[in-house]
């Protein structure tokens, strides 16, 4: 997970949240966001998007365990890929 985030920085990576569904009481929750994240090279074409859910659990309002699960992990390596090849610093 700590390598996505990075690539977030470089890349320019942007998201929409589609669905969010929240489960229990404030001392204990459980949430589900679902978004849509997308990538777009200096020349304005795509060069990224996924689909992702993220499974969080909380305590008073701080996440305690987290998962994320992408429709396609492979796209994650292929978009660290493309930016080097674009000269583009990930980190």
Not at 15 to 21: A, M
Not at 38 to 54: C, F, L, M, Q, R
Not at 64 to 81: A, M, T
């Amino acid at each position: 997970m700590a390598r996505t985030h990075k690539l977030i920085l470089g890349a320019g990576l942007k998201g929409e949240v589609t669905e969010i569904l929240t489960s229990g009481p404030p001392r204990a929750m459980t949430l589900a966001a679902r978004f849509n994240d997308h990538a777009t090279g200096p020349d304005g074409k795509e060069i990224y998007s996924n689909k992702v859910v993220v499974i969080a659990r909380t305590r008073w309002g701080k996440i305690v365990d987290q998962s994320d699960f992408y429709e396609d992990s492979n796209r994650i390596g292929e978009l660290d890929s493309k930016l080097t090849e674009l000269g583009i610093d990930a980190v």
